[in-house]
């Protein structure tokens, strides 16, 4: 059974940073490209950003790119979002995400963690 | 980026009974669009992706069908467990996008 496991969420100062995790199981994780996917407290779902499945390549969403950095250790089945001067607005629910796809096909999130929750206030 | 454009924002229905939600892409995707069901205490689960390529485990009563910028999910006879939200997401191009969500409730 597939399973994510996010963690490392909860009160954080604006301007401050914050690293949070996700450890799979139940499949081999260096097979797979990973995302993180956010979902505001207004139920906005936003994509954040992947990664190969090898760690040598990611993308970013636009908006995000400059704060957010996205990285994974495949010996211990883990994925990270560094997240950099965090603000109000970066408030939100995040997910890990497995996805499938392929180049042509695009990638789409097979499944998901429960999520951990990242409160940015004073 | 594609916009994503969903409606109904809400809709409510008695089990039994068929609903559409539909998604709108601000150009066209293709047919690489995913649905999505969220419910609370429950992992997100994928639905259908490609149009209306029905993830192993979805049951037939959902379908999903379009292409270009309109596309269709349609649930038939409803079940108590289809309550709940869902989001439409193009896989076409990065960055990947998300519809702002349909919330299905219980008439």
């Known amino acids: 059974e597939v399973q994510l496991v996010e963690s490392g969420g909860g009160l954080v100062q604006p301007g401050a940073s914050l690293k949070l995790s996700c450890v799979a199981s139940?499949?081999?994780?260096?097979?797979?490209?990973m995302s993180w996917v956010r979902q505001t407290p207004g139920k906005t779902m936003e994509w954040i950003g992947d990664?190969?499945?090898?760690?040598?390549?990611?993308n970013y969403a636009p908006s995000l790119k400059n704060r957010f950095t996205i990285s994974r250790d495949n010996a211990k089945s883990t994925l990270y979002l560094q997240m950099s001067n965090v603000r109000s607005e970066d408030t939100a629910t995040y997910y890990c995400t497995r996805d499938d796809g392929t180049y042509y096909e695009g990638h789409w999130f097979a499944y998901w963690g429960q999520g951990t929750l990242v409160t940015v206030s004073s | 980026d594609v916009q994503m454009t969903q409606s109904p924002s809400n809709l409510a229905a008695s089990p039994g009974e068929s609903v559409s939600i539909n998604c709108k892409a601000s150009?066209?995707?293709?047919?690489?669009l995913a649905w999505y069901q969220q419910k609370p205490g429950k992992a997100n689960k994928l639905l259908i992706y490609s149009g209306s390529t029905l993830q192993s485990g979805t049951p037939s009563r959902f379908s999903g069908s379009g292409s270009g910028t309109d596309f269709t999910l349609t649930i038939r006879n409803l079940e108590p467990e289809d309550f709940g939200l869902y989001y439409c997401?193009?896989?076409?191009?990065?960055?990947?996008?998300f519809g702002g969500g349909t919330k299905l409730e219980l008439k």
């Open positions: 990664i190969k499945y090898d760690g040598s390549y990611t």
């Open positions: 997401q193009q896989h076409n191009e990065y960055p990947w996008t």
């Open positions: 139940g499949f081999t994780f260096s097979d797979y490209w």
């Open positions: 150009k066209s995707i293709s047919k690489y």
